[in-house]
């Protein structure tokens, strides 16, 4: 990511880029230099070098990695060092790049890493950039200017951090800082930003839950009576509902836990909009707080995502209506004598359960599932699971149920797979599709 120019102001970037590193608590604070370094006007500083003090005041809060580079600010940019015989800006820009070794005495410098080159850069008025090349030469710059170079690549080791680079031999690696006195501002976006998160996150989040309640409570109700009646399968498959509830249930539980911990990280940052951030101790409170909502809205923004493939999946045929016309009760292809009795199935079922409050949104379930495998047929609890299946393996039908139980349980085939097929038990195993068992039960669950 890289930071604009506008007015002479460098914009900031995302303070929380995971190569970005933030020292918000320490803007406007007086420095203390290094022991030895002579106080008052020190030579060899840009434009005007008798003005410069390095290590006095801070103005940048961060820095961030820009690009590998040969510079042409490092080759004749310097007007007073080194290199003041190649320098070439005094009718472009007049401006010159200060070098840490020119203003700091051998006897006070430091292994050179990006930090340390920050630090002294970050307190020379109007540099945006620092760069480093060779491993240990640091150097401030208002800007940078990439020249045409060689293959070569930033690869020098830093002196003072042996598990970063710094340069290469004809290279830099440049770096930008960003202005200090915007905590607020960021503070202010960040818990803006990250209310639309957690609003919006924890009313799913609300939602599932209900919904994955309602499936449990149903399931076990379900469960325990055709548990009683001897109905394994019709058994085992709500312990299933109830198994599917429990993720949607569990996620949602993540997704109002990390929207909570965001919810009150910005309660905080609202209690902050009057206190005085030039107070080093409340601005590292606030930069903490910034870091803190960046994080919990990602992680929110994540669990959220998640959460929300699992409860389209399980709603998915929501405010469907006459959708289950082309479906007949099971039963219909096995004994037609029988096709009005309620009817539990087993077979190859989806693991996802869908709460539904008729057959017809579990037949726009079905038919929104087209492949991996394809529906061929659900099975329907009234009041309300359904149980998608790509396969039917065993019918069981209830024979002494009254009108008002015979709507409550059955099982539907799509009518394109089916027309024209028996799927009656075939002894010899040749049918594929036929049923490998059809249970007559001569009572009522």
């Known amino acids: 990511m890289m930071s604009a120019l506008v007015e002479g102001r460098l914009l900031r970037a995302d303070i929380f880029s995971p190569s970005l590193r933030a020292y918000q608590k320490d803007c406007g604070k007086k420095v203390r230099r290094p022991s030895l370094l002579q106080r008052g006007q020190l030579p060899g500083a840009g434009m005007e070098p008798k003005s410069i003090k390095p290590f006095d005041v801070v103005l940048k809060d961060g820095f961030l990695y820009t690009k590998c580079i040969k510079d042409m600010m490092f080759e004749h940019g310097d007007k007073f060092g080194n290199n003041a015989d190649d320098y070439r800006l005094g009718n472009v820009a007049n401006v010159s790049i200060v070098h840490y070794t020119e203003l ?25 950039f620092f760069g480093i090349t060779g491993g240990h030469d640091c150097y401030c710059m208002p800007y940078f200017k990439q020249m045409a170079g060689d293959s070569s690549k930033c690869d020098s080791v830093c002196e003072g951090d042996s598990g970063t680079m710094c340069g290469g031999k004809s290279k830099s690696s440049v770096f930008s800082m960003h202005w200090c006195s915007d905590t607020a501002q960021e503070l202010s976006d960040t818990s803006e930003t990250s209310k639309k998160a957690a609003d919006k996150s924890t009313e799913l989040g609300k939602d599932a839950e209900k919904l994955a309640e309602d499936i449990q409570s149903f399931a076990a109700k379900a469960q325990k009576t055709f548990g009683k009646t001897g109905d394994a399968v019709a058994s085992d498959l709500m312990f299933a509902a109830k198994v599917s509830a429990g993720e949607l249930l569990h996620t949602a539980e993540d997704v109002l836990e990390v929207a909570g911990a965001l919810e009150r990280d910005m309660k905080n940052a609202d209690s902050m909009k009057d206190v005085d951030l030039t107070d080093p101790k409340k601005a590292t409170a606030a930069d903490k707080l910034v870091a803190d909502m960046v994080k919990g809205a990602a992680a929110t923004k994540k669990a959220a995502k998640k959460l929300d493939k699992l409860f389209k999946f399980a709603t998915r045929g929501k ?54 495998p394809k529906c061929v047929g659900f099975s329907f609890y009234d009041g309300g699971v359904c149980i998608l299946f790509s396969k039917f393996k065993s019918v069981t039908y209830y024979t002494k149920c009254d009108d008002e139980k015979k709507a409550k349980t059955s099982c539907f085939a799509k009518l394109e797979e089916f027309q024209g097929v028996t799927l009656k038990p075939d002894s010899d195993g040749k049918c594929d599709m036929c049923l490998k068992k059809a249970t007559k039960a001569q009572r009522c669950f």
């Not at 959708?323 to 219909?332: F, G």
């Not at 359960?353 to 037949?363: L, Q, R």
């Open 104 to 128: 700091i005495p051998k006897e006070d410098r430091e292994p050179m890493a990006h930090e340390v080159c920050f630090r002294f850069c970050r307190t020379i008025d109007g540099m945006n």
């Open 319 to 372: 405010d469907q209506v006459g959708r289950s016309k082309q479906y007949l009760p099971l039963m219909y292809f096995v004994d037609k004598k029988f096709q009005d009795s309620p009817s539990t199935c087993g077979g190859e079922a989806d693991k996802h359960t869908i709460f539904v409050k008729s057959k017809d949104e579990c037949a726009a379930a079905c038919d929104t599932q087209l492949q991996d």
